[in-house]
């Protein structure tokens, strides 16, 4: 059972869709082109149940199937990111500083194509609800959808998303029976000393040399305080301090990445941070505070969701095509909290060679939004078949 047929000739029109998406992208939770373009076309397609202003521009529609049955949610997220875009195409971003640099241009026409199809063949029972989300590049747009109630309200018992996949095989499926994407947490640490002359330190307390220790001693949390078979990264991204060569400044900040799979993990290296700026500070005899935030949780699958996706997506690409038990990514996606409050899976859908995810010369591959439309079709099909 390849990619569906009706599907397979709606290719120009979901590009067009795409192309048009790409010309407009739109930032984090301001969306107001985007969402009106996703609520036109989903009218177009006969939907009657469209709820607009979800999370501000977040969108829930729901297709009723024929026959009782649950409600399976499928998502896609519709933001930009801000990116100077350097494609080249024709279909380049018309807004300056910004772009569809991670393909959500792709995942919403996907979910449209999928949407136009399901809305003309209801060959399903139950009904499926359209999760169309903003702001996944930061702002946690699922995270709000969920808190606002979206799952009880519409009543959904399991949820399904595609990210495309740069430099995997194209039109290849890769999922895993758990967790596939990493936990997201920034830590940002303060050091105030005493400035001064360069030439004469023994007046100051050097923040410079505070903040150097710190970022040696926190190398060893991975090193020496984790397991080595677990993963965990911690790294430390920027120091910011000093304005010449002749002064001693008087504070210093510094600001990183940890990224784990395990909330265990993250307590420990929550608390080993907290330690080691508080012993660092101490030794070089200056005031620092360690501020840790934490982001997107893991993104988890469902181990029986995962395996049936696997199936689901082998029906439309073939066997060969899919990977059910694919390594974990550092990378992190706010999915997780759609994930933590329903069963369900994530799928990356490969997108063939071309420059990576938030690059200014990415686009989108609208090669394989038929097969991703064809695989939230049959997800439904086949999970609830008349
Ligand atoms: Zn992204
Ligand atoms: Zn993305």
Redesign the pocket.
């Given at each position: 059972m390849p990619v569906i047929n009706s599907i397979a000739a709606m290719e120009p029109e979901m590009r067009a869709w795409r192309q048009w998406l790409h010309r407009n992208p739109e930032l984090q939770f301001d969306l107001p082109k985007t969402a009106g373009f996703v609520a036109g076309k989903l009218r177009e397609f006969g939907i009657e149940e469209i709820h607009e202003g979800i999370a501000e521009t977040g969108i829930v529609a729901i297709i009723e199937g024929q026959g009782e049955g649950p409600t399976i949610g499928l998502r896609a997220?519709m933001d930009a990111l801000p990116i100077e875009e350097a494609s080249g195409v024709a279909h380049a971003s018309e807004t300056p500083g910004k772009m569809h640099a991670?393909?959500?241009d792709g995942?919403t026409t996907m979910l449209l194509g999928a949407a136009k199809y399901l809305a003309e063949t209801r060959n399903f029972k139950g009904r499926v609800a359209l999760l169309f989300q903003p702001a996944?590049?930061g702002g946690g747009g699922a995270d709000v959808m969920v808190k606002e109630g979206v799952m009880d309200r519409f009543d959904i018992a399991e949820v399904y998303g595609i990210?495309n996949a740069p430099n995997f095989a194209e039109g290849e499926f890769f999922t895993a029976p758990g967790p596939i994407m990493a936990a997201v947490d920034t830590f940002h640490i303060d050091i105030t000393g005493r400035g001064g002359h360069g030439a004469m330190p023994h007046d100051t307390k050097d923040p410079v040399v505070a903040a150097l220790g710190i970022g040696q001693a926190i190398q060893t949390i991975v090193s020496r305080n984790h397991y080595a078979l677990d993963e965990l990264v911690v790294s430390l991204t920027q120091i910011h301090t000093g304005t010449a060569d002749n002064i001693i400044p008087g504070t210093a900040y510094l600001e990183g990445t940890v990224r784990t799979f395990d909330p265990k993990v993250q307590d420990m290296v929550e608390r080993r941070l907290k330690q080691i700026v508080a012993g660092q500070a101490a030794s070089y005899d200056v005031e620092a505070t360690c501020r840790y935030e934490r982001g997107y949780p893991a993104t988890v699958n469902d181990a029986e969701k995962a395996a049936f996706a696997a199936r689901v997506a082998a029906d439309v690409v073939g066997e060969a095509h899919v990977t059910p038990e694919t390594g974990k990514e550092m990378g992190a996606?706010d999915f997780s909290y759609m994930l933590q409050a329903r069963p369900g899976a994530y799928l990356f859908l490969g997108a063939g060679e071309g420059p990576v995810?938030h690059h200014p010369e990415y686009d989108f591959n609208d090669a394989i939004a038929p097969l991703g439309a064809s695989f939230f079709a049959r997800v439904v099909e086949t999970a609830q078949p008349l």
């Open positions: 997220d991670c393909g959500h995942h996944e590049e990210h996606e995810l």
